[in-house]
């Protein structure tokens, strides 16, 4: 059984998934809550109407205790918290209003308006990593990568990432199921949304005071021209968009280039050979998954693999076991950057499909391409690297490397 308590599915899953693929595709664990191993059955699932996102649909009598923190009617706290959940948690119609608000701003014609200036900051960023010699891959180029990015993008001033930094990262690990999380991580998680709360509630009045052309002057005046973003969804967007639009990218990106190192081939190919950056990058979102899984909860009865699921179930579904299904991939376990067709699930599918998506690759693609090109020495330190304990973002603590000039 799927047992998120074993420290292994954050070190290690991949031979785990394995086992469920063969034992147990999908099964009920000892939790409560089904769990879907297979490609075709995530796929399934992510695809259906019936599978909601918005945990309130699901039958909380079934679920462990702790699974979702309750809400105290006369908590006008607790409440706005409810009222701020981003539209990732939230279902037709109101997902679809909120996310066609920003939607325009991460097509593959805009994100690709933006490479160059990807391209500047990876090169001031490879730049201090040479003078350096060694460094944390993560600290020095993945992690600061994406932030000015999605700072650029929404206006967000760029000196004001080491007050967000902390923050994200205790939103990251809260995106764990609550039953896996102690008192003081949901108490800074919630902490953590009220500090960001503030943050762009104070940023967004000085937009609305002196308008620019970034996404937070668009969405206030979206907000102001048509009334259809309240206050706590137009904060909940903000931080949705600047959390997810750095941190999973930085687990890609340092993921990405851990499996190049690993597989000294591959690295020569994606170093010498730039038809391979596209379909690298996918074979890294297939491979890597910085996105183990997420959560439905049903609001019908359907059938997935041949097994009944009822209304108010709640389904975990493990894209990164889908990610390594032989019976969608041939040789899973190989990393080959040339694999086509690709048809991972490191970005979800249907209509929560990744919104960043374009994003993410665009920023990959440049990040590591450069980054071997300009250090063709580049060596990991080390035999082991240590991962998160994190069981829905899965991304390293740290990625000790070094370069020469």
Not at 100 to 116: C, D, H, I, N, Q
Request: with cysteine; net charge negative; hydrophobic share 40%.
């Amino acid at each position: 059984m799927f047992d998120p308590f074993d420290p292994s599915w954050s070190s290690d899953p991949f031979p785990l998934y394995d086992d469920l693929r063969h034992r147990a595709p999908v099964h009920r664990n000892h939790l409560g809550f089904w769990v879907v191993a297979r490609h075709d059955d995530c796929l399934a699932i992510l695809r259906d109407r019936r599978a909601s996102s918005d945990s309130l649909n699901v039958a909380i009598d079934r679920m462990p205790e702790g699974f979702r923190t309750p809400v105290a009617t006369d908590d006008p706290t607790a409440r706005a918290m409810l009222e701020m959940r981003p539209f990732l948690f939230r279902d037709p119609p109101d997902h679809t209003r909120l996310r066609s608000l920003v939607s325009k701003a991460f097509t593959p014609r805009v994100v690709e308006g933006l490479r160059m200036r990807t391209l500047e900051i990876v090169d001031e960023l490879i730049d201090t990593v040479l003078e350096a010699g060694q460094v944390d891959l993560i600290d020095a180029f993945a992690y600061p990568l994406p932030v000015r990015v999605i700072c650029d993008l929404l206006g967000v001033p760029v000196e004001d990432q080491d007050r967000f930094k902390a923050w994200s990262h205790v939103l990251a690990r809260g995106l764990d199921p609550d039953f896996l999380l102690t008192e003081e991580v949901i108490s800074a998680r919630s902490e953590a949304v009220l500090q960001f709360a503030q943050y762009f509630f104070d940023l967004l009045a000085e937009r609305r005071r002196s308008p620019g052309d970034d996404l937070l002057s668009g969405l206030v005046q979206v907000e102001d021209g048509g009334t259809v973003l309240s206050e706590p969804e137009l904060l909940s967007t903000c931080i949705l968009l600047l959390v997810a639009g750095h941190e999973t990218t930085v687990n890609l990106i340092a993921g990405g280039a851990l499996a190049l190192l690993r597989h000294p081939d591959q690295l020569e190919r994606f170093r010498t050979d730039p038809t391979v950056v596209r379909t690298g990058v996918e074979e890294m979102l297939r491979y890597v998954s910085p996105v183990q899984l997420t959560g439905r909860a049903l609001t019908e009865d359907l059938a997935v693999g041949g097994v009944h699921l009822e209304a108010g179930d709640f389904v975990m579904v493990l894209l990164a076991s889908g990610n390594h299904d032989p019976d969608q991939f041939d040789d899973p376990e190989r990393f080959d950057l040339t694999r086509t067709p690709n048809n991972h699930l490191g970005f979800g599918f249907g209509i929560h499909h990744c919104l960043g998506a374009p994003l993410a690759r665009m920023e990959t693609q440049v990040a590591l391409s450069r980054l071997v090109e300009r250090s063709p020495d580049l060596t990991l330190v080390g035999d082991s690297v240590t991962y998160k304990h994190n069981v829905v973002l899965r991304g390293l603590e740290a990625l000790p490397v070094s370069v020469r000039r």
